[in-house]
Each structure stands twice: as C-alpha cells, then as structure tokens.
C-alpha cells in the first residue's frame, strides 16, 4: 500500500493537527479535535477499500460512508482493530457536527488515546510502517514533544508530566496514575501475586506488603490514598485537578518508589545467589 496516496497523505496532515488541537485549551480545540480524528479515520478507511481493489464512489459525486467503507473491507476480510472504540468516534463527530457544544477533556484524552492506537495498527499492518515515525512528518515536533509527555516510561519522563500540567492538568494526572499501575503491575507479576482481586493499593493500606520487602510509612500511605481519590473523582468527571494536585500525585509517586526500588535490588541478589547455588550443586 502506498504511502504517496492523497487519502493517506490527507489522513496523516489531518491526525497531525489533532495533536495540535488535544495540546490547545479552548473549547473549540476540543471539538476540532473530534473532527479531525473521526476525517482521518475516515480518509484511511477509504483508502484501505481502494487498495482492495473497490471504487469509494455510490455515484459520480458522492463516495461511501464509513459504514460502507466497513462493509467493503469485512467483505474483502480486511482486518480491522478497536472497531467499537472507532465507531463511538464517528457517533461523536456526526453529532458534533449537528449540534453546538463540544467533548469535555475526558473524552478528549479516550478519542485520541484510541485513534492512535488504531493508526499505530493499521500502519504496521496494511502500509508496513511505524507510526511515530510518520507521525513526526505531519505533526508540530514541539507539538509531538508536549503530547509524548503523557505517556511516561521512567521517573526522569514521569517528572516531565510537571511541564504536561501546564497545559493539561487531567491528562497530566491520569498519566502519572497509568504509570503508578503499571509499576504496581510489574511488582505483582514479579512476587506471583493476583492483585486483581485485591488491588494493590488496598493491599498497600492494610500493610499487607512488608513480606514483600515494601514497608511504607503510614503518612505515604494516607498520600496514595488521596491521590487515589483524586485520580478517581477525575476520572470520573466530578472533580478538575489542579497542577498542585498533579505535583503533588508526582510527589507521592515518586516517594513511593524510593520503598520498592530496595526490594527489586534484594530480589536480583537472592536470584543471583540461586543461580550461583545451583550451579556448585
């Protein structure tokens, strides 16, 4: 599939300047950002059709709609990811495009956290590209720079999120709780224990961690559990966090890891001992 087509050249411009729209502050951006999320899911959908080999045209002046696009492409089995989350997108946009108002900042962060995920696999599956590769072709890089701050990878990253607050204090915070549970995540896969039945914070309150070498004072425990709450009532629309709370959930986090770092290092010595162990046996 070529990446010199129009509908693909037009679909990458125009999710380059949804970045642009998500980092903006205004109501419009929001609703911009809608638009243009939903038109180049559309743009790529009708070029994945022409490159199955079928026209995108009803008649000599109207082409398909997405729907028909989605049906052309099942019957071309034609695979397809978060079909669900896409076709939620396209009822956003229509009705944006009928009505006035515009997305909060919640459904802001869920359109564009699943358009790209969706770009990112269609890209490698259907085109053979990487997506952050050609989204640096079509988007602002200062842009680029201040979205790719809300997926934080380490604690020099999670610390960037103090910049992100600047401009989106929401998408700041659920950012640093995504990485808070992810790190949770790791731990409780590495000690082979289901937290799923018994979330890792609760398990933290009741002090139920020190066998695991985490033993956290009582006063970070009540921290956690605010920012917990605060995660929660935003991302739940009944509360906007503020860049403190931000800072301060940024705080807690890392506070928090100066009790778990200790124990991945007592962990790699024991591991090491064991394997030095089985060898001499």
């Known amino acids: 599939m070529a990446i010199e087509s129009p509908l ?15 980092n903006g502050k205004k109501e419009l951006d929001r ?3 809608i638009l243009h999320l939903a038109n180049a899911v559309e743009l790529i959908l009708k070029d994945l059709v022409l490159d199955s080999g079928e026209s995108i045209y009803k008649n000599a002046k109207e082409t398909i709609t997405i729907q028909g696009c989605l049906s052309s492409l099942k019957e071309k089995n034609v695979s397809l990811p978060y079909l669900n989350k ?22 802001s962060i869920f359109y564009i956290n699943i358009a790209q995920e969706f770009f990112k696999s269609v890209l ?15 988007a602002d890089e200062i842009d680029l720079v201040a979205f790719k ?4 990878e380490n604690d020099q990253e999670l610390e960037k999120l103090q910049e992100l607050a600047k401009i989106h204090p929401l998408g700041a915070l659920l950012s640093a709780w995504s990485y ?47 920012i917990r709450k605060i995660r929660n009532m935003a991302a739940h629309g009944r509360g906007d966090p503020t860049k403190a709370d931000v800072k301060a959930t940024i705080k807690t986090i890392e506070e928090f890891e100066k009790y778990e770092s200790p124990r991945l290092y007592r962990r790699q010595f024991y591991l090491s ?7 001499i046996c």
């Open 180 to 226: 808070f549970e992810k790190s949770t995540d790791e731990f409780s896969q590495e000690v082979g224990m289901d937290f799923r039945r018994r979330p890792f914070v609760m398990e933290l309150q009741a002090g139920r961690l020190k066998r695991f070498g985490i033993d956290v004072p009582g006063d970070l425990r009540m921290n956690i559990d605010k």
């Open 124 to 138: 490698k599956e259907h085109y053979g590209q990487d997506y952050d590769e050609i989204i640096s072709q079509f």
């Open 273 to 279: 001992q064991a394997t030095l162990l089985d060898s």
């Open 31 to 33: 609703k911009l950002l």
């Open 8 to 22: 693909f050249q037009s679909a990458m411009e125009l999710l380059g300047h949804s970045i642009s729209h998500y």
């Open 149 to 152: 701050l809300g997926a934080p």
């Open 86 to 107: 896409i076709e939620l997108l396209i009822d956003e946009r229509n009705a944006l495009q009928h009505r006035f108002g515009s997305p909060n900042e919640l459904t």
